[in-house]
């Protein structure tokens, strides 16, 4: 118990000398815009797609690890989580990962997005005030359902073969690409479910979107006029 209290203090220096305090969603807010972008180096780097989706993917987790070492106990349970799907993701290229590696690999990745998000809520819901930290939680929120989304098409993909008509190459960027155009509604067709339990799970990202922006919308209105002015 000593040694994980002394790598808990340990964790905390680290987390405000490169965060600069803590519980700073602003360096996972980057992290996922970064993400976002992946198609400008991607096309550039074709031949990389697979190395640089590992890398920023890596980055998120690191990010995220930050967030949920509000106690000791999140911190052993976040910390080991992440680390696991850290180390999964770098197991090898993408289209030589073994279906048992990439179905670990999606569920461990999953479990700590699920974990974060869970720790971005109670971040968000126990702020007395609508600060830039808070604002940059919640659009973290909201690109993280994007990035679990990748996640879960590809569990689907891997317990239904050719549930989509993916193109040669990485199918995690892609399912990730697929989700994040489905959670905005853009839809462009060029990534398609072509089973039924690929087109329910697209409707319930879908969906998910539009309820998280309602009701997310809903909580920082409440907080902002309920908030003090004399602590703005």
């Known amino acids: 118990m000593k040694r994980i209290r002394k790598a808990y ?46 890398v920023v993917l890596s980055f998120v987790v690191f990010t995220g690890i930050q967030l949920i070492s509000n106690s000791i106990r999140h911190f052993l349970v976040g910390f080991t989580i992440g680390i696991v799907a850290i180390i999964f993701i770098w197991l090898g290229a993408e289209s030589g990962l073994l279906p048992v590696v990439k179905f670990l690999r999606a569920f461990f990745t999953s479990a700590f997005l699920t974990f974060l998000s869970y720790r971005l809520f109670n971040i968000i819901w126990n702020s007395p005030k609508i600060t830039l930290n808070i604002i940059s939680a919640a659009v973290s929120g909201y690109f993280l359902i994007g990035l679990f989304g990748g996640q879960l098409f590809q569990f689907i993909n891997l317990l239904v073969p050719n549930s989509y008509n993916l193109n040669q190459g990485s199918d995690l960027y892609q399912l990730t690409y697929f989700s994040f155009t489905t959670l905005t509604s853009l839809g462009f067709g060029d990534v398609l479910p072509l089973t ?35 602590n703005s």
């Open 9 to 54: 203090r340990y964790h905390l220096k680290l987390q405000r000398f490169l965060f600069r305090g803590k519980n700073n969603s602003t360096w996972l807010l980057l992290s996922l815009v970064l993400l976002l972008l992946l198609p400008i180096p991607v096309y550039l780097l074709p031949h990389l797609r697979a190395l640089i989706f590992q």
């Open 196 to 230: 039924a339990p690929a087109q329910s799970m697209a409707l319930l990202i879908g969906i998910t979107g539009q309820l998280y922006l309602t009701i997310l919308v809903a909580m920082l209105v409440g907080k902002y006029l309920i908030q003090d002015p004399s």
